[in-house]
């Protein structure tokens, strides 16, 4: 079986092969080749010890030397070569406290996670596969490397990264290794919240995302995300659901295109409805302030996860104004263009629509309706650069101290008043116009 190789890849192999060296394309890149997908990166395994690595290469940097691993520049691409190994004991759940070099490849095999990421290639010698990764991809499997529980207890993250890599390739968890993921699911609390996050967000991002359903079925939703896991089982019992909290968060996770903003933004949309559930004298479950409620615990969630702050910013202003109605008219869109900026418009209605999908279809068209009318204003109002800012008017704040305005809010509430004004009605964004009314306004104010 071949392979098309890059060339800066097959040279490393033949150098190392040259100086007395196995040396071999190992883990995700064999399994990519293997799904006829182009891999990512290529991480290459070898007999050979760490300083002969760096005197075969010109261009190394000691990436993980106290692990074995050394990359490796060519053509300004880095390359991970690690040294064959049997790794020692994870005491910090992460990465083993000591390894011990070994010449067998079998060996390196081994101590590796999952089936399909234990397969080592060289063209020369082809696939190398001791634990029938092969055959796990053809059964489209996550089967672990030896036994599941071991594996876990070594690196917890393992757990999360079975889920992303059957949400990526639309595998299933094989049985015994599911079963490990429940009983061990404690253990990802050792893991590190930037480990976590990366996780989630390649299970987002991938052609899966409502795979984020399994981290509830096994127990690690309640470790990771426990906002998340109070939504299932949360009835809403009105006119426009179908499905309980949980549910329609998975559901509308599912309705929106692979944007990370989008996809946290849906998960976190309604993550406060446990908190605001209240139930009227007709039996009919309400959730007033929700959309509040979900904005303040998104951004704890996000900061506890150590997501960076533009982000969060982003998916607190999707989530907070999700369930505003944005009626089809020129004010009204431009209001909120006004509150979410002009790309985060753009998602909220994304947003919603992936919102209302998620609820009882009869309701669906209409409101897919307004989405879309207010959709098209949007394009409008960019099209024709409609003014709808404070800092789109034809006057600013130094205008106004000309005029004997004084420094301070006066001015602030003046110009809001006058933004009011043009958003309404766009022709009035002239100096002449917005002088007389800003004179106005001071007039009857004093």
């Known amino acids: 079986m071949e392979f098309k190789i890059p060339d800066s890849v097959i040279s490393i192999l033949d150098r190392l092969e040259s100086g007395g060296f196995s040396a071999f394309i190992a883990g995700g890149a064999v399994r990519d080749l293997l799904m006829e997908k182009v891999p990512h990166d290529y991480d290459i395994a070898t007999d050979a010890k760490p300083r002969d690595i760096k005197n075969i290469f010109s261009r190394t940097i000691d990436s993980g030397i106290k692990h074995g691993t050394v990359t490796v520049v060519e053509n300004k691409t880095g390359y991970e070569i690690t040294t064959f190994r049997r790794d ?3 005491k910090d759940g992460r990465r083993p406290e000591s390894v011990s070099f070994v010449t067998d490849a ?22 190398l596969d001791y634990f029938d990764g092969q055959k796990d991809i053809e059964k489209r499997t996550i089967r672990c490397v030896g036994n599941p529980e071991i594996r876990f207890k070594e690196d917890a993250l393992r757990m999360l990264r079975a889920i992303r890599f059957s949400a990526a390739l639309s595998f299933e968890i094989e049985e015994e290794t599911w079963k490990s993921i429940k009983k061990c699911a404690v253990l990802i609390k050792k893991i590190s919240s930037e480990r976590i996050l990366e996780e989630l967000n390649k ?9 984020i359903r399994k981290l509830h079925e096994c127990g690690l939703l309640y470790y990771i995300m426990p906002e998340f896991e109070r939504c299932f089982g949360e009835p809403q019992r009105n006119k426009y659901h179908i499905y309980d909290v949980g549910e329609h968060i998975i559901h509308t996770i599912k309705n929106t295109p692979p944007d990370i903003v989008l996809r946290w933004a849906a998960l976190l949309h309604d993550i406060g409805k446990p908190c605001c559930s209240s139930t009227d004298s007709n039996g009919v479950i309400h959730f007033y302030g929700h959309h509040r409620e979900s904005g303040k615990i998104a951004v704890d969630l996000l900061h506890r996860l150590r997501m960076d702050n533009n982000t969060i910013h982003d998916i607190s202003v999707l989530v907070e104004n999700h369930d505003v109605r944005v009626e089809p008219s020129q004010p ?10 002009e790309p985060l418009f753009e998602k909220l209605l994304l947003l919603q629509t992936a919102d209302n999908m998620a609820k009882k279809p009869i309701h669906f068209p209409e409101k897919k ?30 205008d106004l101290i000309r005029l004997g305005y004084k420094p301070g809010r006066e001015i602030g509430d ?15 964004n002239n100096r002449d116009y917005l002088f007389k009314s800003a004179k106005e306004f001071r007039r009857k104010k004093k």
């Open 414 to 428: 003046t110009l809001k008043r006058l933004i009011d004004e043009v958003i309404i009605n766009p022709s009035l």
């Open 369 to 398: 309706k307004r989405i879309d009318s207010a959709h098209r204003i949007y394009k409008e109002i960019l099209a024709e650069r409609q003014p709808y800012l404070v800092s789109h008017l034809a006057v600013n704040g130094k």
């Open 332 to 341: 009204a869109v431009k209001r909120m263009m006004a509150r979410t900026g």
């Open 106 to 127: 079998r060996e390196d095999c081994a101590r590796r996670d999952f089936t399909i990421n234990a397969m080592m290639y060289n063209p020369k010698t082809g696939i």
């Open 203 to 211: 299970i987002l991002l991938s052609e899966n995302p409502d795979y």
């Open 88 to 90: 020692g004991e994870y």
